[in-house]
């Protein structure tokens, strides 16, 4: 697929809104104690979903060559498995030292 | 092959792929600072919850400052991308002001972070205190020069608009410095939920 026409102001003013509200939910979401069990995940998915409107409508890889998609997800995908490895590896052996 | 409207003019690059040769260099490099700041991250959290000695992190953050923060580099994001739609169209009025708002907003969040570490620092945290000292330090202070970089090169580019030697025919600068500050953002959105939301 080739680049396509960028997004409108009005699309930009858009994603800036919602980057907004769900910032002020990631917030309430903090100091609300009802949410505290479930805080993590919750917390994680919100940043995802800002991440990617950030990344397809800022950065223009919803319109642009797939290329770069290709460019800057795979090393996005190893960079989050070594995250994951890394914690893996090392609560893993502190699971086993203190045998927890 | 289709190409974008802002890379038909006479300052586009493109390899045989039909990519610009600059933007496809520029997002091997950003997918290369995915794997440094995944790398910080991980030790970040490697070490969360590890320190010997306060203070600790639960102590010191201060989540509404630092939400102010994430709102002010989210909305120099908006910017960007309307000072590059600006000078895609060739209106290098809007195109400047935008840049400068853009670069402004960079540096009110840079005085923020400064004004964070000292009283960090004053309230006892420092680089070499405990585990979390190093590690906030070393991944927030490394994300921090990144700003720094970019508030330069908006500057730079706000002065070349100025002078006149920036313009429609060089949308393509302005969209790589807009790829980099919105990776800065994006950065900066993992780090404000990892480290200051989930204590």
Redesign the interface.
């Known amino acids: 697929m ?5 997004a409108t ?1 009005g699309t ?2 858009r ?2 809104a919602i ?2 509200i769900i ?1 002020f939910i ?2 309430g979401v ?2 609300v104690p009802a949410f505290q069990s479930a ?2 995940p919750v ?2 998915v ?2 995802a979903v ?2 990617a409107l ?2 397809m ?4 890889l919803k ?3 797939r ?2 998609s290709f ?2 997800g ?3 995908l ?3 498995a ?2 994951v490895s ?2 893996f590896i ?1 609560y893993g052996s502190i699971r086993l030292r203190t045998g927890m | 092959m289709a190409h974008a409207p802002h890379a038909a003019h006479g300052e586009a690059h493109h390899t045989s792929m039909g990519v610009d040769s600059r933007k496809m260099a520029f997002w091997a490099f950003i997918g290369s600072e995915c794997l440094l700041f995944g790398s910080l991250i991980s030790t970040y959290l490697i070490y969360k919850g590890r320190s010997q000695v306060g203070p600790y992190p639960h102590e010191i953050l201060n989540i509404p400052f630092t939400s102010f923060s994430t709102f002010d580099l989210l909305m120099s994001s908006l910017a960007m991308v309307l000072a590059l739609a600006a000078v895609q169209r060739g209106d290098m009025k809007q195109g400047k002001l935008w840049l400068l708002v853009t670069a402004l907003l960079g540096l009110i969040f840079l005085g923020g972070q400064v004004w964070e570490f000292s009283h960090f620092y004053h309230e006892g945290l420092g680089l070499t205190t405990n585990l979390f000292g190093s590690t906030f330090y070393v991944l927030t202070g490394t994300h921090g020069a990144h700003v720094t970089v970019g508030v330069i090169w908006l500057l730079t580019l706000w002065v070349q608009a100025l002078r006149g030697k920036l313009g429609r025919a060089n949308a393509m600068t302005v969209e790589i410095t807009g790829l980099y500050w919105h990776f800065v953002d994006v950065v900066w959105i993992i780090i404000f939920t990892v480290v200051y939301l989930i204590q």
């Open positions: 080739g680049e396509q026409a960028h102001t930009y003013l994603v800036a980057l907004v910032t990631e917030v903090f100091y805080l993590v917390l994680l919100l940043s800002k991440f950030v990344v409508f800022y950065m223009h319109f642009d060559n290329f770069f460019l800057f795979g090393p996005l190893l960079a989050l070594v995250v890394l914690l090392f």
